[in-house]
């Protein structure tokens, strides 16, 4: 079995650390007051920031997040099982040059500190579906409902790794914690 894993708040906590120094960054080096509507579902609207001053933090700042971001809980056991059990693991990332020098080096070294097991990684992708139909992909696992519907419309299985942007989606298999993942797997596909 071949199973694709998207990167950012799916085995990483990319999102809530993107916020921290968003805040951080308002503050400090835009002389800001930080964030000034909680509720809002962008981090840059969190702060009141246009297009500009987003762009300028990613340039500054996003590279540094993504190499500091913390495993989500269980997902390096969960995955190594995985890969352990025969499964080949591969990593399907958006994570792009624009404001990444290398992005596959900085997932493959995240991967590797967090002693993570995988057979391959893809960065800067134009389509998770085309990277999946290309590498027989059978389940994908992704926080994004846009990449899950590309995907699940290809034929291939999905679960929705929940988020607080996403708990309101209902279309696909979702799940809550990477052992969930791992016990749907373990029914679904070898039960």
């Not at 509720?39 to 840059?44: G, L, P, V």
Request: glycine fraction near 6%; proline fraction near 1%; charge should be negative.
């Amino acid at each position: 079995m071949v199973i694709g894993i998207d990167m950012d708040d799916t085995i990483c906590s990319t999102n809530e650390l993107i916020i921290v120094e968003a805040d951080k960054y308002d503050k400090e080096v835009l002389g800001g007051t930080g964030v000034k509507d909680v509720k809002a579902y962008e981090f840059a609207d969190m702060l009141g920031w246009g297009k500009e001053m987003k762009g300028q933090f990613f340039s500054d700042r996003l590279e540094h997040i993504m190499a500091n971001a913390e495993i989500k809980e269980n997902a390096k056991e969960v995955i190594n099982k995985l890969y352990d059990e025969g499964n080949k693991i591969i990593f399907i990332s958006f994570r792009k040059a624009k404001y990444i020098k290398d992005p596959y080096m900085l997932t493959k070294t995240w991967l590797d500190n967090h002693g993570v097991k995988y057979h391959d990684i893809f960065t800067d992708t134009g389509s998770k579906v085309d990277e999946c139909v290309d590498n027989n992909v059978t389940l994908f696992i992704d926080d994004k409902e846009s990449h899950c519907e590309e995907v699940s419309n290809a034929g291939i299985d999905v679960i929705l790794f929940t988020n607080a942007y996403n708990s309101e989606e209902k279309r696909f298999v979702r799940k809550d914690t990477w052992t969930e993942v791992y016990d749907y797997i373990q029914e679904k596909y070898y039960g």
